[in-house]
């Protein structure tokens, strides 16, 4: 069917911005009034069924992307699925710009309460979840809200366990390693240039030039005489890093090099810069020499196809390094190590080809420059080629296990419960301490992770000051980093022990949960000297394996550093245990608790259902 409209017709046929927000408030009003409803009946469902108040928590977060100040409200409260077991519900409240002072962001969370009070329910907020840093930090904010009755009597907060693990490690990099910024001579900075440089050549091209580019980029860098002399002679290190990749590369069948490009001057030299070309059958050469040149043209064949492999690898659609984008600053360190040699002689083609002046011409510039910094033109390696490697290294072996851990669904509730791992933190705060620990004390020497960046370090000769970026800087990088990641790490932690807190871990690892009981119930003076495997708490591939009593000491030490006893002259431990045994959440589980220490089993979990068949205890 042939239709012609004019284009007042087809306006004519388009709703108005004004009809466009009576629906948008329509539907919004719509989705409070279902959730309202929703409340209403899981609040009565747990006042009758399990004589319990309805328990809202409230998840605040505050911050600005693209210029726009928003501040994000959400509830998650508990209900029961159809088949009567207990889930997650969570529903947005609002998003407004809030304010970037406390008094600001409570009021604007106390507006947002009061479309919840339409149920007529007396809603108030059990639990406060939110950043510790920033502008409504979550420690600043909880006074406030208690003042203006937005919460209940025993009510209580807690910090993202993410956004503490990223700002320790945020605190590090940029006291130790130096901030990001424009003219800032800092790894980050570098970093930052390299993504910005493909992108600029992505965007004033396209993607298959900017591939193109890199690709003929990466043979040069392999096979031409001249971009290989300043390779070897100004960035050896680097070089010796991609002869490395080259060689770990796995071929698959029907790899073929690209067309037209040969590969003669490898820096396997022994390999191929001999001259294997000649005329096998000339007089005087023997069957023997002849078979070992052909091994060698087969050999450099296959270094030629893993070129070509590499050279396929070109980076695109990298996100920028950005320490409020978790997971950034180490992924794209790791891209730029990679990828230093291409982009480096990328750089200096755009400096020789383009207008001086010109955006993508000052980008190469100033890549070019902080890539080639030395603190004397002779030493091996350039300055950021060792920081990067100090960067990724300590992600490897440490902190991006650790940040992916707290990623995941709770393993017991599954999914709609991405991020509600709270009853695992204190244990796994216990994992981290260990871990760090050991690297803070020296086992980052002899971790393979490190051996990179001791070995760029080795390349770096002492400049006489250590601002200078010479090896006086990175002699004093490792204890600075560590230090400073421990104070910013105790800082953001230090809530998860706590009397408030801890008595959470009754709902952790089983083992633990008792030895804990045990003890808050007297049944037990200490605890138990047991090593176990700690079961959700996998870094990678490999189970964590702790000790109960090491385990439950650090936990308890922590909290009475933080414990204010009501009597300063007496025994303060006892006081502690009197404390956590009156928490809200013992004292409604005082029934459960007992029966399950009572219990002869070691795997009961109180939050897993399936483990407690068999046994006495339901």
């Known amino acids: 069917m042939k239709m012609v409209l004019t284009d007042k017709e087809l306006l004519s046929g388009c709703p108005d911005v004004g009809t466009l927000r009576n629906w948008e408030m329509n539907v919004a ?159 980050f900075q570098l970093c930052y240039l390299a993504i910005l440089l493909l992108k600029t050549v992505k965007k004033q091209s396209n993607s298959a030039t900017l591939k193109s580019i890199y690709q003929s980029t990466m043979f040069k860098a392999l096979n031409d005489k001249n971009y290989v002399a300043s390779a070897k002679e100004s960035f050896i290190q680097a070089w010796g890093d991609l002869l490395v990749d080259v060689e770990a590369i796995e071929l698959a069948d029907g790899v073929e090099p690209v067309e037209d490009i040969r590969v003669e001057t490898l820096g396997l030299e022994e390999l191929l810069m001999e001259d294997i070309d000649s005329d096998d059958d000339e007089e005087g050469v023997s069957c023997d020499d002849a078979e070992e040149r052909e091994n060698k043209r087969q050999q450099r064949d296959e270094m030629n196809k893993k070129i070509s492999k590499l050279a396929a690898e070109c980076p695109t659609n990298i996100k920028d390094p950005n320490f409020s984008r978790w997971g950034t600053i180490s992924a794209v360190a790791k891209v730029v190590l990679k990828h230093w040699l291409p982009l480096l002689f990328m750089s200096q083609n755009v400096i020789e080809t383009e207008k001086n002046g010109s955006y993508l011409h000052v980008i190469a510039t100033k890549l070019e420059e902080l890539m080639s910094a030395k603190a004397h033109a002779t030493q091996d390696s350039p300055t950021h080629y060792a920081s990067p490697k100090w960067v990724v290294a300590f992600g490897d072996s440490f902190f991006d296990a650790h940040m992916e851990w707290v990623k995941p669904h709770d393993p017991v509730f599954g999914a709609g419960s991405y991020g509600h791992i709270s009853r695992l933190v204190p244990e796994h705060l216990f994992v981290m301490s260990k871990q760090f620990n050991g690297l803070k004390k020296g086992g980052w020497k002899s971790t393979l992770e490190f051996a990179g960046f001791v070995k760029a370090v080795d390349g770096i000769e002492p400049a006489g000051e250590i601002n200078k970026g010479g090896k006086e800087f990175f002699d004093r990088l490792p204890d600075l980093f560590f230090e400073r990641f421990e104070e910013a790490f105790n800082e953001h932690t230090k809530k998860w022990r706590t009397p408030e807190t801890l008595p959470i871990i009754v709902a952790g690892h089983p083992r633990i949960a008792k030895a804990f009981v045990h003890w808050i119930f007297g049944q037990s003076p200490s605890f138990p000297d047991e090593d176990i495997e700690l079961k959700h708490h996998y870094l990678g591939k490999q189970p964590t394996k702790i000790n109960i009593r090491e385990c439950l000491t650090w936990l308890i030490e922590g909290t009475l550093d933080s414990f204010k006893p009501p009597n300063t002259n007496g025994d303060v431990t006892a006081q502690l245990k009197d404390k956590l045994m009156n928490h809200p959440l013992i004292q409604s589980l005082l029934e459960d608790l007992q029966q399950f220490s009572e219990c002869a089993s070691d795997d009961i979990d109180m939050l897993d259902p399936e483990t407690w068949k068999d046994t006495t205890y339901r």
């Open 29 to 187: 009003a719509g989705c409070m009034a279902k959730v309202i409803s929703q409340i209403a009946q899981d609040a009565e469902l747990m006042t009758t069924k399990y004589k319990q108040r309805l328990q809202i928590t409230l998840v605040t977060d505050h911050g600005n992307r693209s210029g726009v100040d928003h501040f994000v409200k959400m509830i998650v409260w508990t209900s029961v699925d159809k088949n009567g077991r207990f889930k997650l519900n969570h529903f947005n409240l609002d998003i407004d710009k809030g304010g970037h002072t406390i008094v600001a962001a409570a009021n604007a969370i106390h507006q947002s309460l009061q479309s919840l009070k339409l149920s007529g329910m007396d809603v108030k907020f059990s639990f406060i979840c939110g950043d510790s840093d920033g502008g409504a930090k979550v420690q600043k904010l909880y006074p406030t809200l208690q003042d203006m009755e937005v919460l209940c009597s025993s009510s209580d907060f807690i910090n993202y366990i993410l956004h503490a693990f990223n700002l320790s490690y945020e605190h590090a990099c940029k006291d130790a390693l130096g901030d990001q910024g424009m003219n800032k001579c800092t790894v």
